[in-house]
């Protein structure tokens, strides 16, 4: 059976790894070596240097690759790292058309790194716009996130492909599929050229490493891609994609918690009289609902909401009686976080900026974890108390 043939529940817990030739290790093993012994000069087994290529990282390449549908997997030292890569394709500067509920950090360095270098950047308020914006300019790169971040909106991932393969076969759809995961979509299968991804976040789960990573199926990109990886060197350390690897094996089961917590906790805040709007892509009275029924296996695990007392003091209300869920940046680990979006992950977003995109005082993320459904909404139903 070819790994294409196998689910994706299969892939995860074996993906990248087959047995050591060697010992038989079902797990590979954490290669602490920064170099390797040659035969003859140029007569190696394949690694010469760890910055180039380092087997237990090799492992967590194959791994993600294969989980997306790819051929050609690159792990970075951060997801930030890996964003970062992709912007240097082509050695010169690029023009992007992207949405405007992105990513923060990656929002930063556009703005504060590329466009200071004579980079150009157009962002969209919603599938409309974009579509817009990718037939005007004809930009060389159109990067999309689905579902966003913290407003969970969702751009229509084959749609966008089809809309920039038209206006122009060059333009690259790039796809961070950090909040989906491979489990619930992948994008390079529906026609996107490359997808990046914080590790970080879903894929390594345990909230205990920084990592980033690049897939894509087309070979000339790959090359490229390698080269800079090699070439700038922001790759990550055999323990952190150990750690990486270990955490893919069981994202399919984590991911299934996660989205079936979230529905629960979206549902269960959708009728609290202290909310005034809730952000999940499976409610059907969200935006981009239709949209993600069709391109995702299930919702997925954040929930953001906006409190009807839209105010600092208020969210900190909710923060201070959370027993639960802990006030922290970042998602996607095994424990619930919650988080403040306009002053934690979205501060390098200029204060109109932020608020022009929704991103009020009294706006809250959720990363839903893997605890017990009942006792995360017992959670938040005491912590709302004072504010309904
Ligand atoms: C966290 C995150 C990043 C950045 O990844 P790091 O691993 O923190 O560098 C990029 N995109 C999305 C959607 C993220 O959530």
Redesign the pocket.
């Known amino acids: 059976m070819s790994q294409k043939e196998k689910t994706l529940d299969t892939l995860c817990v074996h993906a990248g790894w087959d047995s050591d030739p060697c010992t038989g290790s079902v797990n590979p093993p954490v290669y602490f070596t920064s170099t390797y012994k040659q035969e003859a000069p140029g007569k190696h087994k394949g690694f010469e240097y760890s910055r180039t290529g380092n087997p237990t990282r090799k492992a967590l390449e194959e791994a993600v690759a294969t989980l997306e549908g790819g051929r050609f997997g690159y792990a970075f030292a951060?997801?930030?790292?890996a964003?970062d890569a992709v912007m240097r394709l082509f050695a010169k500067p690029l023009r992007v058309v992207s949405i405007a509920d992105l990513?923060g950090?990656?929002f930063r360095l556009f703005e504060k790194v590329y466009r200071p270098l004579g980079y150009d950047f157009w962002y969209a308020n919603d599938n409309d716009e974009l579509i817009a914006l990718i037939r005007g300019h004809k930009p060389d790169i159109v990067w999309i996130?689905s579902p966003t971040?913290p407003l969970l909106t969702v751009v229509d991932i084959e749609g966008i492909v089809g809309v920039a393969k038209e206006a122009s076969p060059e333009i690259l759809v790039v796809v961070?599929n950090?909040?989906a995961t491979p489990y619930l979509q992948r994008p390079i299968t529906i026609g996107a050229d490359i997808v990046v991804h914080?590790a970080?976040?879903y894929l390594a789960g345990h909230s205990d490493v920084?990592?980033?990573a690049v897939v894509t199926n087309r070979e000339d990109l790959a090359e490229q891609i390698g080269f800079i990886q090699n070439a700038a060197g922001a790759v990550p350390s055999p323990m952190d994609s150990f750690l990486t690897v270990r955490g893919i094996r069981t994202l399919h089961l984590r991911m299934d918690r996660h989205c079936q917590n979230a529905k629960a906790i979206a549902d269960f805040l959708s009728y609290h009289p202290a909310i005034e709007k809730v952000y999940f892509p499976g409610l059907p009275s969200h935006e981009g609902h239709t949209i993600a029924a069709k391109q995702m296996k299930d919702f997925g695990g954040m929930v953001t909401f906006r409190l009807k007392k839209d105010t600092l003091d208020a969210a900190q209300i909710f923060f201070s009686r959370l027993e639960i869920f802990q006030l922290a940046e970042?998602?996607g680990g095994v424990e619930s976080l919650a988080n403040h979006p306009a002053i934690m992950t979205h501060a390098s977003f200029p204060k109109e900026e932020r608020i022009k995109r929704g991103i009020t005082d009294g706006l809250i993320r959720l990363s839903v974890g893997i605890e017990d459904t009942q006792d995360l909404i017992a959670d938040i139903s005491q912590a709302l108390e004072p504010l309904a």
């Open positions: 951060s997801g930030m790292a964003i990513y950090g990656t996130e971040n961070d950090t909040f914080s970080t976040k920084v990592l980033g970042s998602l």
